[in-house]
């Protein structure tokens, strides 16, 4: 995948009633807050600050649409589970977050970040019923693996793996320091796009 050009097309916030009608494939990236979506897209673009990223929890809070290549949207989703935040996912994210995946006819798959360093949250699960009841078989990434010891590395990706109902799900480690895993995703990403 050759990053010819990348830009943030759309932005989609809670108020906003539609969602863009485009012909291009989408792929999309959802977790909790901080845990590192928009540094992931930024090492997949080869950008160091196209999505906005904080060490502040809750920074995206739209759905914001990447046009890249002018082949295919990134769709960074808001961060769930920040407590601080004073829209409350349950009440807002999570419906607008239902229905871009009820409604989105170009979405291909939904790539789901956790923290390496913990097992999926409540929240994370919820997310991920939603996007396996949206027809979806989600690919995990566990993000932040450059803070783990090479020790615990095994262990924490068989944690994570084994949290999942499903036992073929798909586990990436991933980190946005070393950039470990940016191969692997382009992969699975390069498929998605040609199914
Ligand atoms: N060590 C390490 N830090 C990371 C990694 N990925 C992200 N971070 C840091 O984690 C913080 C949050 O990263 P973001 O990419 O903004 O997280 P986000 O998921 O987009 O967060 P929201 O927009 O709030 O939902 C930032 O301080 C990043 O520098 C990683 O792989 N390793
Ligand atoms: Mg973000």
């Known amino acids: 995948m050759v990053i010819k050009n990348a830009e943030l097309e759309t932005v989609v916030g809670v108020t906003t009633k539609g969602f863009p009608k485009h012909e291009l494939p989408e792929i999309a990236f959802a977790g ?4 590192g979506k928009s540094s992931l897209i930024n090492v997949l673009l080869n950008r160091k600050s196209l999505a906005r990223t904080s060490a502040t929890p809750g920074k995206t809070q739209t759905i914001n649409f990447y046009n890249v290549n002018k082949e295919f949207y990134f769709v960074d989703l808001p961060g769930y589970g920040y407590a601080k935040v004073k829209v409350d996912f349950k009440a807002q994210w999570g419906p607008m977050i239902e229905r871009y995946l009820r ?14 360093r913990r097992p999926p949250t409540p929240d ?10 949206a027809g979806f078989k989600p690919v995990i ?14 262990e924490a990706l068989r ?3 084994e949290a999942y109902p499903r036992k ?10 070393s950039r470990q895993g940016r191969e692997e995703i382009i992969e699975r ?3 998605e796009l040609s199914d």
């Open 189 to 191: 990403i390069e498929e």
């Open 159 to 161: 944690a994570v793996r």
């Open 124 to 133: 994370d699960m919820m997310m991920y019923e939603w996007v396996s009841r």
């Open 168 to 177: 073929d799900i798909e586990v990436i480690a991933f980190s946005a320091l």
């Open 103 to 116: 409604s989105s006819a170009a979405l291909r798959n939904v790539f789901l970040l956790v923290d390496m």
């Open 141 to 154: 990434i566990a993000t932040k693996a450059d803070k783990l010891k090479r020790s615990q590395f095994k």
């Open 32 to 35: 909790r807050s901080n845990v």
